[in-house]
């Protein structure tokens, strides 16, 4: 089973501009409103490619009830922790060129109450078969270290972690050998603090991962494509060519993606597959909403696969 957790979650509203002025009048062409955050994302795109996963972490308010409604109206088990305080509003500026600007709430300030709840929670879920994701930001009092913290209890019991934080979030996650990680670029490239310029860079980056403990990195790099790699495999798969609607949900996709593959035992040159396949789709459809199966399934036959080793 997978388990998504999403400690600071959203409604996510999307407005498609034609171009943005900075300091002068944006006149609003469309607007969409659906539920977000990272590991809720994760979970949509998990259900639409056929999975199941139960969405975790904390919601409040009447933005809380809405992102509830969603997933249970999209067939998906949730178990969130109820909070006193309003769920988030991020908005996400869209212009005709593909450009999109975000402009994030920080969230609700959490009490230390409700996040041991959630410790005890995951630590119920903490099963040899069953993967957990941690992914996306906390709210603003949480502890940078609590994903580290969460690694290393739900570890003694078996689960495996996947990992999709930036900053201090990851830098502190790593010190726990998650499973698995997926920084992109600019994360990579801040956690090592060195500019990433090509192959042999992405590589070594990767490696020194690797030698962590962890067992699988994933390198994301939107337009350019992602690499894939564990001990045993190395893959770069270049990216998909499709009409850009919006980038905003693009590795979620992705590590949903190879997170249902894993589930489903496919091979990792599959997973790498499905993962890319996902992403492209996710960059295709309008809004935050995940991408269809069919569409996936076509996109599937135009992913290409570069062994490295």
């Known amino acids: 089973m997978i388990i998504t957790v999403t400690m600071n979650p959203a409604i996510d509203k999307t407005v498609y501009i034609e171009k943005f002025e900075h300091g002068g009048l944006n006149r609003i062409k469309n607007v969409t409103l659906d539920a977000g955050g990272k590991g ?56 005709e060129d593909g450009c999109v600007t975000e402009l994030n709430e920080a969230g609700p300030i959490m009490s230390e109450k409700h996040q041991v709840w959630l410790t005890e929670q995951l630590m119920e879920y903490a099963q040899k078969e069953n993967l957990i994701i941690l992914s996306g930001s906390v709210a603003q009092n949480v502890s940078k270290a609590i994903y580290k913290e969460i690694i290393e209890k739900v570890h003694l019991r078996g689960a495996k972690v996947f990992v999709d934080a930036d900053g201090e979030l990851f830098s502190e996650a790593l010190k726990a050998r998650p499973d698995i990680v997926k920084p992109n670029q600019v994360e990579l490239e801040k956690y090592l603090g060195r500019e990433l310029r090509n192959e042999q860079d992405y590589l070594e980056a990767g490696e020194s991962l690797l030698d962590k403990g962890i067992e ?94």
């Open 40 to 95: 809720i994302n994760v979970s949509r795109t998990i259900k639409e490619l056929g999975g199941e996963s139960i969405a975790t972490g904390f919601l409040g308010g009447n933005n809380g009830a809405t992102i509830q409604k969603v997933l249970e109206d999209a067939g998906i088990t949730t178990d969130f922790i109820k909070i006193d305080a309003e769920t988030r509003v991020n908005t996400k500026v869209v212009e």
């Open 216 to 309: 699988i990195v994933i390198i994301s790099l939107g337009e350019k494509g992602a690499y894939f790699m564990s001990k045993k495999r190395a893959l770069y798969c270049p990216a998909i060519q499709v009409e850009t609607h919006s980038t905003v949900g693009a590795g979620d996709a992705m590590v949903a993606a190879f997170s249902y593959g894993l589930n489903h035992g496919l091979t990792f040159e599959e997973c790498a597959k499905r993962a890319i396949a996902t992403s492209a789709g996710a960059v295709a459809t309008v809004g935050t909403k995940p991408p269809k199966r069919k569409v996936v399934n076509q996109l599937l036959e135009k992913v290409c696969v570069n062994v490295i080793w």
